[in-house]
């Protein structure tokens, strides 16, 4: 059992890490091509197959291990969460397979944090593209710079955070998430900015 | 009550007329300065510590405390307290000569002070050379609001440098002769070794370069031949911190060496810095991290095995290393890393990188990362005095990082001159952590623009072993006189070929390292040779304070200078009647 989950979420760290290298309409039409990092989008649609094997925009949150996007008919609960400087008010969350939970979160910090439903693998991964974002200045301390973030990375990818599983908000805003729990497991809720995670911001989640 | 910066200057008023809150703790330490003995594992010998032993027991605080320490001297020689990195009335700071008038010979002094910050800290005597003698602590203190980052315990990790030789021997020796601790001088063998490698003129010159100079490559710690120590332990007596496998280790590394700075790194392990010098830092993951003498750092680790994990801490010219263990339980010992090959200086790190000569490559050197290469296309000949203007590296400010775009894109030190001997690499390849990377998790001041700048040039000469600022030492040199109020931005341009670690008392030193209002707040910066740094202070503790080297033999031979702050809540800025010794011997 163990095996055929580490396996399955490798899968889907390629199909869904949440910063999504994604194609969108948007960013194509709109994309700015500064920064130097390649004229790959000037290329046609058809060589726009994003090469770092992150899928396209439409498969958001597929296979993710700890379930899909829900619908908000489903919505059996609401949970609300507070984000403050690397730490969530809820650390332990349990949920029942089949639920589907509409979670409102809360940035009520000083930085920019995190809300993201996932695998330790998921997240791992994740964290290396949110390095990205900060290197690139897309994520600053405390704000995100959603222009840069429709910037062409070459090849039609752009660093575009729109993920189902995930709420990446600015100081002061909330945001929030549909999310069906399909099946038993243990998942974490984690903030991937550089360093949150390993300072500690990171929540069990158990669907039973 | 952190001390934010809307209250920065409200609270130091306060603070002085010593007003209680309501509810706030107040507590009472007792410390005595005694005669112990020391033992590394490698040497026993007589020394200076605490309650009868050295170092001293951790002092734990509470923000917002009112704290009383009694302490009385056991010693017959005067002593003194300095809390290190505390922001408290000058009066408490513990200097001779500048706060107070030290402690005699069976006296006790009643130290009483607000907590007003919370971190990780050290006190240390500032009196002659007690504090290499062994006379140093761990301060820990407890923040009001909860912590940005979660630990299930934690541990100080303090080293040192224990020398055989006491103190006043050591500086005896260097003033006599310079290299006396020096025992990785160039040999003959190097001298063929570098004929066959680089050439006979290329050889002569860079010795010659050297000469005139009056230095060596090895150059890197003044004074070897220590054992270092963690938490009062030689490697071979391995201090040991326990923990279960998934939890989070918080360690608290304070640095109170005389002379000598630390690679950190725990194989296996990565290490997440969440506070340098007593402030919470934004997370920053690394594998290695250099602390400076005086500084201190606090990680988070996360140990999953069941197996131990090795501490090691190698000197930054590799004599020696320090060594300690985490482990699940009692006893366990993991692999200890071989000491990495000895650095050698460059002529950058002498403010001269010998672009276009027929010198060989420097090592580690990036010439592409040179923003402002020196024109040394004929060096032969040339007037050594006037290599007064190491790179300045203030250019490097406005650099857009995102320009060098990309991950893994390696981004040269900004803080080691390029082509530095010095500029530290991970030992497994991975990140090693930066000033750079220090970002205040929260900043303590408003942003500003100085109000005015402060050039102090780090300077000495080598071959007498005398250690100056400006070029004047501490006893021919007038006080730095500052006014309360104002924001100053001082200017370090290190012109030697050592390292320097610059501790300001009494006011926190917002290291500029680009970062603008997440500049990190420190209360020492390190200066690498041939570089620039500068560093800006709210100037809103009035009173005299000292400010130098913590590099103990380089304070003592005059790299130290009195700071008075004029003006502000309590303008009284009395001396103290006696005079008494510490810096100049």
Known sequence: MRRSENSKSKTILTVAVALSLSISAGAMAAGSHG????SGGHSSASEMKPKMGHGDGHAHGHGNAAGEPGKKADVSRTLEIDMTENRYSQEKITVKAGETIRFVIHNKGELVHEFNIG?????????KEMMMMVDHGVLEADKINHAKMKMDMGGGKTMEHNDPNSALLEPGKSGEIVWKFSKAGTFEIACNVPGHYDAGMVGELTVK | MRYSKSMARRFIAAAFIAAVPIGAQAGTYNLTVDRVKID?????????GYNGASPGPVMRFKEGEEVTINVKNNLRETTSIHWHGLILPYQQDGVPTISFDGIKPGETFTYKFPIVQAGTYWYHSHSGFQEPDGAYGAIVIEPKDREPFRYDREYVVQLADKHRHSGDRIMRNLKMMPDYYNRKQRTAGDFFKDLSEKGLSATLS???DWGDMRMMPTDIEDVQGFTPLINGKGPKQNWTGIFKP???VRLRFVNSSAMTYFDIRIPGLKMTVVNADGNNVRPVTVDELRIAVSETYDVIVRPT???AYTIFAESMGRTAYARGTLAPRAGMTADVPKLRKSPLLTMADMGMAHEGMDHGSMKGMDRSAMKKPMDHSNMKGMDHSAMKKPMDHSGMKGMDHSAHGGIGAKKSDAFYAAGSGLAPKAANGGKFLSYADLKAQKPLYEHRPATREIEIRITGN?????WSLNDVKYGDAEPIRLKYGERVRFKFVNETMMTHPMHLHGMWSILDTGAKKWNPIKHVVSVSPGTTVYMETEVDAPGQWAFHCH????????????VIVEGGPEASTTTPAREIQKAEK
């Not at chain 2, 590394?40 to 200076?48: A, H, L, R």
């Not at chain 2, 590099?551 to 009195?562: C, P, T, V």
């Open chain 2, 40 to 48: 590394t594992g490698d040497f026993v010998k007589e020394g200076i």
């Open chain 2, 305 to 307: 095995e069941d197996r």
């Open chain 1, 35 to 38: 920064g130097g990092h390649g």
């Open chain 2, 462 to 466: 080598m071959e007498r072993y005398l």
């Open chain 1, 119 to 127: 695998t330790p693998a998921m997240h791992k991964g994740h964290q």
């Open chain 2, 246 to 248: 998934g939890e989070r």
């Open chain 2, 551 to 562: 590099l103990s033999y380089h304070a003592a031979s005059g790299m130290f200078r009195k």
């Open chain 2, 206 to 208: 860079d010795r010659s």
